[in-house]
DNA sequence: ATCTGCGCGACTGTCAACAGTTGGTCTGTC
DNA sequence: GACAGACCAACTGTTGACAGTCGCGCAGAT
């Protein structure tokens, strides 16, 4: 019986307030809770199954990532993003993703980098036959997996932070739209930057690459 | 009795959470709670004079701002920065503060945007005199104002998260050390560079100057 | 002396209830 | 019919209490 115990299958015991965030993250970023929708306290703890102040705890944490808005009198509703707001959030998320990129340049054995994020994008092929989810997935796997391997976690916690904000950018646009970002060689042409090693080159090329995905989205 | 109740002096009726989360941020960015403390719901909630579960919503949010973090069973100490993470910090603070200055050379009317910045330099000199306290707060406050005149709320926003972390490498790395990063004219060179309008350039003297201020702190 | 249970104290996870405020509605009066 | 004022329902802010779990120390067996 030694196999079984070992497995330790059941290790992530996640407790309700990471469960709530998921599902509510979940809800707004896929649209089943509109944008300027009022989340009442006492409906979602009941829909949810939990308690208030659980929510609640639940409720500081996207509310801090800007995934949801206070109004007055502690109104809490899903926040609303209009075409401006998209474009601020992927400067935001060029300037960070530039950062990660010349930071990757100045690595000096960069092999396993370049190894890890062609996976990503081999993964980004894979998921085109399985749907618009699985290539939005995967798409932003690759952009994360970008923050991830410079080892600078402040970075990495940054781009997080504004993940939920790209995802409601995608879901305002549409998801016809945002398909449009997910070319598999314009990421290529990202981690070929990268490999030169040149860094203004590597910033550019992912300005370049969020600038147009923006253009994308709203344009 | 008109002008009694026209002046709205008490129109900021902060909530518990606020006040406290206000409280612990001070605590922990002046040392006071200092790095690695376990913070005890319990006690903590004793010593503020308010329930746990109001205690827990704000500590939820100082997570989220990366000053405490979870380890096992939930337990939230106060973060600790090594050399490392201050430089990683500081890496990231450059990568937004240089988006602002980039942003605000596109701005085809820059004199109030110029006039604004020389206000927060001429407030940096004035608090020379003030002691070391108002001389970081006058310094954080002409970045985050940087950050502010750019009208890109999201650039606002993730400044405002990195602004604990920030504190708390002023913290760690001792005020002596800080305040040689507080020079008024490093800072004017900032606002020129903006005046100029050139993209590049601005950019780059916020690189230079981040580069040098997280130098100065862990070097 | 070492190891194995066994209690016990300490803390976090979770919940249900109370209090205060706001906005709407209904009624009575002019 | 319009307006003023008083109820009333709906929410959020805040609290105290209960339950489960982890780590530690102590006693007893080998």
């Given at each position: 019986m030694a196999a079984e115990t070992l497995s330790l299958a059941g290790l992530e015991k996640t407790s309700l307030r990471q469960q709530a965030l998921a599902a509510l993250r979940r809800a707004i970023t896929t649209?089943?809770?509109?944008?300027?929708?009022?989340?009442?306290?006492?409906?979602?703890s009941e829909s949810l199954q939990i308690s208030r102040g659980t929510l609640r705890e639940a409720m500081r944490q996207l509310q801090q990532e800007g995934l949801i808005a206070a109004g007055p009198r502690g109104r809490l509703s899903v926040r609303h993003l209009d075409a401006?707001?998209?474009?601020?959030?992927?400067?935001?998320?060029?300037?960070?993703?530039?950062?990660?990129?010349?930071?990757?340049?100045?690595?000096?054995?960069?092999?396993?980098?370049?190894?890890?994020?062609?996976?990503?994008?081999?993964?980004?092929?894979?998921?085109?036959?399985?749907?618009?989810?699985?290539?939005?997935?995967?798409?932003?796997?690759?952009?994360?997996?970008?923050?991830?391997?410079?080892?600078n976690e402040t970075l990495?916690?940054?781009?997080?932070?504004?993940?939920?904000?790209?995802?409601?950018?995608?879901?305002?646009a549409g998801l016809e739209r945002a398909v449009r970002n997910m070319d598999v060689k314009?990421?290529?042409?990202?981690?070929?930057?990268?490999?030169?090693?040149?860094?203004?080159?590597?910033?550019?090329?992912i300005r370049a690459h969020m600038s147009g995905a923006a253009q994308n989205l709203v344009g």
């Open positions: 649209g089943e809770l509109a944008p300027g929708t009022h989340l009442v306290e006492t409906e979602l401006k707001e998209i474009r601020d959030i992927f400067a935001v998320r060029a300037a960070l993703e530039s950062l990660a990129a010349a930071q990757l340049c100045e690595l000096a054995d960069r092999a396993g980098v370049i190894a890890a994020l062609h996976g990503a994008i081999a993964a980004m092929d894979d998921a085109e036959r399985d749907g618009l989810e699985p290539r939005i997935e995967a798409d932003l796997n690759f952009h994360r997996t970008l923050c991830r391997l410079t080892g990495l916690h940054s781009w997080q932070s504004l993940e939920g904000n790209i995802r409601m950018s995608i879901m305002f314009r990421h290529a042409d990202i981690v070929d930057a990268i490999e030169t090693g040149d860094k203004a080159k590597a910033a550019e090329t």
